[in-house]
């Protein structure tokens, strides 16, 4: 019973008998409201931490079956029902780019490129900053969990760097000296490179699939597309605003780059293995955004390049299996995603989406817009997930602006990367945040605070840049 927490669970199954037990609205079928009921307690199971996230993926799948609610009166469609969000492209495509990210953790490739960075720009704090924030951009593409990006690579090499230049956890006294700053500038830049590509963070394809349940189409491309641009422009102020607003005692770093330099001679020349996951990188990235050209999907893509590394020995049938959180992911993904996409072809979204648009008529979509974007980013102080997020509210939320007349691409790239963004608010706020905050270098009040600040900053760029450069490139 560890991993269950009672009262939680108490509280997730009250709330779903609750919604259950409401009398269903008008307009809505008994089954939809149902199932929104065993959506909700899930979500809420999930936010509580009553249980393990694939606990209560599996605990969901299976009161959809038992209840039959996609499918009244049909106990074998409604198992397939429940168990078809395992044959979604989408969540394989996420599992894929967990496996190939293995391939830069074993290999060592990804602590190479960020020796390299520091090596290069490590003489000042603020280089440092942009040593390590870049390593995390280029390594964005092909790790999709940002916490493995971040907790596996990014963090155990800015630690190292804050402890080798004064900045001792255990004493407070150091931390402003460079370790709080770092900390800062690693996390939000981790939100920042999460949000850039499709294939960064988890919760992004679960957006793209509920984009496209709603009429929106969206690929790898088109999101990087929109994305570049003000995500350049956050990744460039982040460390500056941090540098300003929350500045290093220490200025000057000019031990790091020897301190990289011994690490890369330890680490020695760059191996086989190494160049073969370069050229297997480069072969994804190209198959991702030239894809469409060339009739290949972007779950395709993935598979050909997990081939290429297990036909190279880059990888083995065994790291595969071991890679437990892509497994975990496949099945809590595919439970989330099923039923978000059913209560989408119930009904449920478009019923909740013309009820809300319909008190929002009166705005133009030029004021909806900025007003459906607020309200949906600061609700994630509620949240401990992206995915949660995205889970819960995207469908929603995307709903109501295509009814205003809120253009839907520009609309599903923006709710897409809010969740991610809004990361920056809290110390729970998104995966990386707990290994962050956990190096004790800055404190609660100082994290909610200038998180807050990079909140405001991330949605005016958004807005501001985000919005001019959609206008060039069609969006709107």
């Keep these: ?45 999930i936010i509580l931490k009553a249980a393990p996230m694939g606990t209560m993926a599996m605990l969901g799948i299976t009161l959809c079956a038992g209840t039959q609610v996609l499918a009244p009166g049909n106990p074998v469609k409604s198992i397939t029902n ?7 492209s989408t969540i394989w495509l996420i599992g894929l780019a967990f496996f190939i990210a293995r391939g830069f953790i074993k290999t060592g490739l990804g602590n190479r490129l960020a020796y390299n960075f520091i090596k290069l720009f490590g003489k000042s704090t603020l280089g440092l900053a942009y040593g390590l924030n870049t390593a995390d951009l280029i390594l964005a593409p092909a790790i999709p969990s940002n916490t493995a990006r971040a907790g596996g690579v990014i963090f155990p090499i800015m630690k190292s ?16 000296k460079i370790g709080a700053f770092l900390t800062l500038s690693s996390y939000n830049a981790n939100m920042i490179t999460s949000v850039m590509f499709l294939t960064a963070t988890a919760s992004n394809p679960m957006a793209q699939k509920f984009a496209h349940d709603l009429g929106v189409d969206i690929t790898w491309g088109s999101w990087a597309m929109a994305a570049a641009i003000p995500g350049l422009v956050c990744f460039l102020l982040v460390p500056l605003f941090l540098y300003k607003f929350y500045p290093p ?18 680490m020695g020349k760059i191996s086989l293995q190494e160049w073969l996951m370069v050229a297997t990188f480069i072969v994804l990235l190209v198959l991702w955004i030239f894809g469409n050209l060339m009739s290949i999907d972007a779950t395709t893509g993935a598979l050909i390049g997990l081939c290429i590394l297990l036909l190279c020995g880059v990888l083995s049938w065994e790291d595969v299996k071991a890679e437990k959180g892509a497994w975990d992911t496949i099945v809590w993904f595919s439970a989330l995603v099923m039923m978000g996409s059913y209560l989408n072809s119930l009904g449920l979204i478009g019923w909740f989406g013309h009820l809300v648009g319909g008190s929002m008529k009166q705005f133009s979509w030029q004021l909806a817009f900025p007003l459906i974007i607020l309200v949906y980013s600061y609700c994630h102080y509620l949240f401990a997930s992206a995915t949660a997020q995205v889970a819960a509210m995207y469908s929603v939320f995307l709903a109501v602006g295509i009814a205003v007349g809120v253009p839907g691409p520009m609309l599903a790239i923006f709710l897409g990367a809010c969740p991610t963004l809004m990361g920056s608010l809290t110390h729970y706020g998104h995966g990386p945040a707990p290994i962050f905050f956990g190096s004790t270098y800055v404190d609660m009040k100082d994290w909610w605070k200038q998180g807050f600040f990079m909140s ?21």
Excluded at 2 to 28: C, D, H, Q, R, Y
Excluded at 161 to 176: F, L, Q
Excluded at 249 to 266: G, I, N
């Design 1 to 45: 019973m560890k991993e269950i927490n009672l009262k939680a669970f108490a509280i997730t199954l009250v709330v779903g008998l609750i919604i259950w037990f409401i009398p269903v609205p008008e307009g809505v079928k008994p089954n939809a409201w149902h199932l929104l009921a065993i959506f909700v307690a899930t979500i809420v199971g």
């Design 82 to 88: 429940a168990l078809s969000g395992f044959g979604n």
């Design 161 to 176: 760097i804050a402890v080798n230049m004064g900045s001792e956890p255990e004493k407070p006294e150091t931390h402003r």
């Design 249 to 266: 005692e220490l200025k000057q770093t000019k031990e790091a780059p020897a301190m990289a330099a011994a690490k890369l001679k330890e």
């Design 456 to 476: 405001v900053l991330f949605l005016l760029v958004w807005f501001i840049v985000g919005g001019l450069w959609w206008k060039v490139i069609g969006s709107w």
